[in-house]
């Protein structure tokens, strides 16, 4: 277990002094969600707010819901974005070396997700912070579901990270997994249009994405005052679904080293 | 007139994008488009039922708030991606250690440039007209569009996402960082030129400068052409206004470039 933890911490630290060595991370962490929130609520104002179909998304609540579904989003997405940072192993020729060491391969997975969890931390509270700010009439809190959701939430986003970081290892040409991952996250997760309005079709692909669970969850503690009791098909569901990504994650880094092992080269492809 | 450096760019970008990310190059490309439709379809649909908000028609002339969205994505779309070959060229070279010999060969900035903006002309065109296969379905209407007008703004547009992506290219360069000043770009450019909702919802200052980014008036003038079936010479205004400004980007792009060239050259070993 003390080489596990010891590489945990390594990889986190490692990490770390990557993202943060420039003052530029800021901007990606304040300036991106801000950007992207702004456009967000100024696409809403085109449309009839007063007949939108969900009862709780007024013109005066729904800064607070779009303000949900972003934070939501940017906690996942900027672990979506470690598996990506985790590619630059491959072109800086690390992650050679990485498999050359007799080091856990799942400890170095967890380490470069946890790291993207510490931004991640502080841009939930900054968004918070803005909820708390701009209405706080509107919000309905109950703690102990709230830290439930947050807990569980966040055990989902390390899962989801990891599995990414881990189907990063099987190829460089990976973008497209952002493609058919990232982008559809935010169409099907609930971020703008709630999963119960989707016709069947879209509710399939909305049941794929650990951020679908995480939106509706976060949403139903702050905006409507859920106790425990309530939320708890969602701590199931959570739970279930971080234990399926750890089981999938082990499976895929053991693929990984056969397949390595049979090519004899991880640097081109 | 001597083109080799043009298709010599050409004939290796396309090579690198086919030969060594064929799953990003073919995939990629052509799910973007899908989710730029879907996304906007499915608020428009679900959400509000196709009810809009009464200055959206009072502002854009039209109430077909799909045909709108599509098209100013889709043109966003051609903007990114011009950013993403041209302004990251130079870097790229920087980052595979082919720079110093790209210096070294008789190498017309020019030709280079334009050679890494036809590649992507092309793979976007292709990228974009399977989008709009796409958004058939989902009500997009281009009945009324003159195509004429529609292929002369395009060009135009094209003249002034390459000034965008020159500038993009230099402070890249010089930063020695794509991720964040791309992506800081791409969101800002999203937020200010009117993609999807009018420009006329922001705050003055803001409208301020989305004027005297050269997108904004190129979305806008894709759009009239496309949707309401503007022809050219009503738009004589627009097509002067986005040719001289995107001058300005396209020599201030130049300049800067060779100036960061240099630099970059100096530090290329840190």
Redesign the interface.
């Known amino acids: 277990m003390r080489p596990f933890i010891k590489a945990l911490a390594a990889e986190m630290i490692k990490q770390h002094k990557n993202y943060f060595h420039s003052k530029m991370i800021y901007v990606s962490l304040f300036v991106w969600p801000f950007l992207n929130f702004i456009t967000t609520y100024y696409s809403f104002k085109v449309f009839d707010i007063g007949k939108s179909k969900i009862a709780y998304i007024t013109a005066e609540n729904m800064v607070v819901y779009l303000l949900l579904g972003y934070m939501c989003m940017s906690f996942f997405r900027s672990l979506v974005q470690s598996a990506w940072n985790f590619s630059f192993e491959r072109i800086s020729g690390t992650l050679e070396l990485i498999y050359l060491s007799p080091v856990n391969r799942a400890a170095v997975l967890l380490g470069n997700a946890v790291s993207s969890l510490f931004e991640s931390v502080f841009v939930m509270l900054i968004f918070s912070l803005l909820v708390i700010v701009m209405k706080v009439e509107v919000l309905i809190i109950k703690i102990l579901p709230c830290i439930t959701v947050f807990f569980i939430v966040t055990a989902m986003a390390v899962a989801w990270g990891m599995f990414l970081n881990s189907l990063f290892l099987f190829s460089r040409d990976s973008d497209f997994l952002f493609t058919i991952l990232e982008e559809p996250m935010e169409i099907f997760s609930g971020v703008k249009v709630p999963t119960a309005l989707f016709p069947l079709w879209a509710k399939a692909i909305s049941i794929i994405f650990p951020l679908t669970y995480a939106i509706e969850a976060v949403r139903r503690v702050v905006l409507t005052g859920s106790s425990l009791y309530e939320i708890r098909e969602f701590a199931v569901i959570g739970i279930g679904i971080t234990v399926v990504l750890f089981a999938l994650i082990s499976v895929i880094i053991k693929r990984v080293e056969s397949h390595m092992r049979i090519t004899g080269n991880i640097t081109l492809f | 007139m001597n083109l080799k450096v043009l298709y010599g760019t050409m004939k290796k970008e396309l090579m690198i994008k086919y030969r060594?990310?064929?799953?990003?190059f073919f995939?990629?490309n052509t799910?973007?488009g899908l989710?730029t439709v879907?996304?906007a379809w499915?608020?428009?649909k679900?959400?509000?039922?196709g009810?809009?908000?009464?200055d959206?028609s009072e502002i854009t002339g039209t109430g077909d708030?799909i045909s709108y969205v599509v098209v100013g994505s889709l043109t966003y779309l051609f903007v990114v991606r011009t950013c993403l070959n041209v302004s990251r060229s130079l870097i790229t070279e920087l980052?595979e250690g082919t720079l110093e010999s790209l210096m070294l060969a008789p190498f017309k900035r020019a030709e280079y440039f334009l050679g890494s903006m036809l590649v992507q002309t092309l793979t976007t065109s292709a990228e974009i007209i399977v989008s709009l296969i796409i958004a058939i379905p989902f009500g997009i209407d281009l009945s009324r569009a003159d195509m004429g007008a529609f292929l002369i703004a395009f060009i135009v547009s094209l003249y002034a996402f390459f000034g965008v992506s020159m500038v993009l290219g230099s402070i890249m360069l010089y930063t020695r960082?794509t991720?964040?000043s791309q992506?800081?770009l791409f969101?800002?450019l999203?937020?200010v030129c009117g993609i999807?909702?009018?420009v006329q919802?922001?705050p003055e200052w803001l409208r301020v400068i989305a004027e005297v980014i050269p997108v904004t008036e190129a979305v806008n003038l894709i759009r009239v052409t496309l949707l309401s079936g503007s022809g050219i010479s009503e738009q004589m205004q627009s097509v002067q206004y986005i040719l001289l400004l995107s001058t300005a980007y396209v020599v201030v792009g130049f300049m800067q470039m060779k100036r960061c060239e240099e630099i970059a050259l100096e530090k290329i070993n840190g």
């Open positions: 060594a990310y064929p799953a990003h995939v990629g799910l973007t989710y879907l996304g499915m608020m428009w679900f959400l509000f039922e009810n809009m908000a009464q959206f708030y980052r960082d991720y964040i992506n800081t969101a800002f999203f937020l999807s909702f009018p919802y922001l």
